[in-house]
């Protein structure tokens, strides 16, 4: 029997960045593989999402965004 493999060709990156004054490697990279869902690489660690899941997710790091630029804006954070 010959060896197959699991491996899914079809990977588009969405979004690939790095990360700059990071601790260890500053890797981010958004991946849509086909078929499988939604990946998201940061550093050394992936998510592993459907893409139902990844809209909540990007939605709620939107909302979280939008959050921190209004308490920045009144001189609510530090740095």
């Known amino acids: 029997m010959e060896n ?5 060709a ?3 990156v969405l979004s690939t960045t790095f990360l700059q ?3 260890m490697n500053g890797r ?3 991946e ?3 078929g499988e869902g939604i990946h998201i ?8 999402l459907t893409i139902k899941d ?3 997710f990007a939605k709620a790091c939107d909302t979280s965004l939008h959050s921190l630029n209004e308490m ?3 001189g609510m954070l530090d740095g």
């Open 4 to 8: 197959q493999s699991n491996i899914n």
């Open 10 to 12: 079809g990977v588009v």
């Open 21 to 23: 004054n990071t601790t």
């Open 28 to 30: 981010l990279d958004i």
């Open 32 to 34: 849509d593989n086909i």
């Open 41 to 48: 690489h940061y550093k050394n660690f992936r998510l592993d």
């Open 54 to 56: 990844f809209l909540k």
């Open 72 to 74: 920045n804006e009144k």
